[in-house]
């Protein structure tokens, strides 16, 4: 290759990787924190490779920051936490007899969310001899998805009031639409149910264990109601609902990657599979190392989707393909190697998750595994 004649500080040659901002994530932690009150305490979530980032980076940064409590859906999201040295209590929302055992070793703790699941934990546990195991009780106050009815309380009392195996940390409940105005009243509602059911649970115990009920959404929207602690995962990333408290938000995740090849097309000229875009007037393409399975959504094809190069958008043309997606850059000037912001800080992606037809957390969490973490700090 001939010495290029462009020297563009920008040609970073370098592959897609997904940027984590640990000073972006102290931001939402410092902002979120202060919208509680102190005693209250902080759940960090980090499920789902802490939306997409990186489930270790994360939790060590929060544990760092603060945090009280982290919670995972699945027990091996424990595991992977416990072996990284983490030692911040670990909720499992999600946890399956078939785990328990590695669950009681590596000192997780279960949402216990049913009288099957119960019956199934208190045994295993018995088995084992182990007493004040903590664990957390699910109410399923409309979500219909886990959890214990609220009528279920006595068969709860009876099989968990004179039982050694167990301690109950905390009592809580998921709501079903806390961002959404219009559905004040079931989630008032639905707040009412758990603390009711909590306290005839909590009586029959003779102690009292947390309440919670908040997610990201709920807690800046609910703030009177946040009980004793809250369960904040999208916040943490830098996104809610509320478009106020976005504004205060910073995206932790920035989805980077480069231009590998550019092409001159002429009218006629078409892009990708199956024609996906064909030219009318000579356009500039870029083709850029990053995919549907990347996390890419297909729907971004044709026009819907974009990347910001050098400040400007540049959208999708033809159809997202497995390992690349191709980008029109016929008004911007660019050159191959020049770095792309997929989404993130200056392209966020709540944006480009609606021209998805989805929402945040599908996009970001969705990030493949075959793309390169990098923990980046505020230069
Ligand atoms: C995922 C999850 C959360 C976190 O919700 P965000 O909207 O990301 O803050 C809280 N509680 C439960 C039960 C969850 O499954």
Redesign the pocket.
């Known amino acids: 290759m001939t010495p290029t004649t462009m020297n563009n500080s920008n040609n970073s040659w370098s592959e897609t990787v997904l940027e984590i901002n640990l000073d972006a994530l102290t931001h939402n932690f410092n902002f979120l924190t202060s919208k509680i009150n102190s005693d209250h305490v902080f759940m960090g979530?980090v499920?789902a490779n802490a939306y997409g980032s990186d489930a270790i980076i994360i939790a060590k940064e929060l544990e760092k920051l603060g945090a009280d409590y982290l919670?995972v859906?699945y027990s091996k999201e424990g595991i992977e936490l416990r072996e990284a040295g983490i030692e911040l209590p670990i909720m499992v929302?999600h946890p399956l007899p078939a785990n328990f055992d590695i669950l009681v070793t590596y000192k997780l703790e279960p949402a216990i969310y049913s009288v099957n699941i119960l019956n199934h934990f208190l045994r295993f546990l018995e088995d084992d001899d182990v007493q004040h195991y903590p664990i957390h009780l699910k109410i399923n106050t409309g979500l219909n998805r886990l959890g214990f009815k609220p009528n279920q309380t006595q068969e709860i009392i009876g099989l968990i009031s004179e039982n050694k195996s167990v301690k109950i940390h905390s009592i809580f409940s998921?709501l079903v639409a806390s961002e959404d105005q219009n559905e004040t009243e079931l989630t008032q509602t639905q707040i009412r149910q758990l603390e009711e059911t909590a306290s005839v649970i909590s009586e029959s115990l003779g102690y009292r264990p947390m309440l919670h009920c908040s997610?990201?959404?709920s807690m800046v929207k609910y703030s009177q109601e946040q009980f004793d602690m809250v369960?904040?995962?999208?916040?943490l990333y830098g996104y809610t609902y509320d478009s106020e408290i976005n504004q205060q938000l910073r995206p932790v995740t920035t989805l980077k990657t480069v231009i590998s090849q550019m092409h001159h097309l002429q009218p006629g000229d078409s892009v990708g599979y199956n024609r996906g875009f064909t030219a009318n007037q000579p356009t500039k393409s870029a083709t850029l190392p990053v995919g549907h399975a990347d996390g890419i959504p297909r729907k971004l094809g044709k026009g819907k989707g974009w990347v910001v190069i050098n400040g400007q958008k540049a959208h999708i043309i033809g159809n997202v393909c497995m390992d690349m997606i191709m980008v029109d850059v016929s008004e911007i000037l660019c050159e191959e190697g020049q770095e792309v912001i997929v989404f993130g800080e200056n392209n966020p992606a709540d944006m480009l998750a609606e021209a998805a037809d989805t929402i945040t957390?599908e996009l970001i969490s969705g990030i493949s595994s075959r793309i390169e973490r990098k923990i980046i700090r505020d230069n």
């Open positions: 979530v499920k919670a859906a929302l998921h997610n990201t959404a369960r904040v995962g999208m916040g957390y």
